[in-house]
């Protein structure tokens, strides 16, 4: 059964750091580009950043030189860093396929993990 496990958010103090990490059960991991989304309180889901299988990556304008979004293909696992966080960064953070959010995606959504970022 393939699934999608994300961990490493928590509190931190705005300007503070974390590194998320999401870790996908079954074998296609390595065939897929793979993205980073998050919703926050009653809002819509939204990409964050994306890492194709060659590793190139795309991010929002809003994270942009902030977050920086990496792989590891032999632990099929997805790790999102975050640096200079702000109290907007505050959501449930989630990670799957690219355009995850437009087409379906390849993983169930996971149970994601917090990130609150206080001022």
């Known amino acids: 059964q393939v699934q999608l496990v994300e961990s490493g958010g928590g509190l931190v103090q705005a300007g503070g750091s974390l590194r998320l990490s999401c870790a996908a059960s079954g074998s296609i991991f390595r065939l897929l580009d793979m993205g980073w989304y998050r919703q926050a309180p009653g809002k819509q889901r939204e990409w964050v950043s994306d890492?194709?299988?060659?590793?190139?990556?795309n991010y929002a304008d809003s994270v942009k030189g902030r977050f920086t979004i990496s792989r590891d293909n032999a632990k099929s696992t997805v790790f999102l860093q975050m640096e200079s966080l702000k109290p907007e960064d505050t959501a449930v953070y989630y990670c799957n396929s690219v355009r995850a959010l437009s087409y379906r995606p390849a993983f169930p959504w996971g149970q994601g993990t917090q990130v609150t970022v206080s001022s």
């Open positions: 890492i194709t299988r060659s590793s190139s990556t």
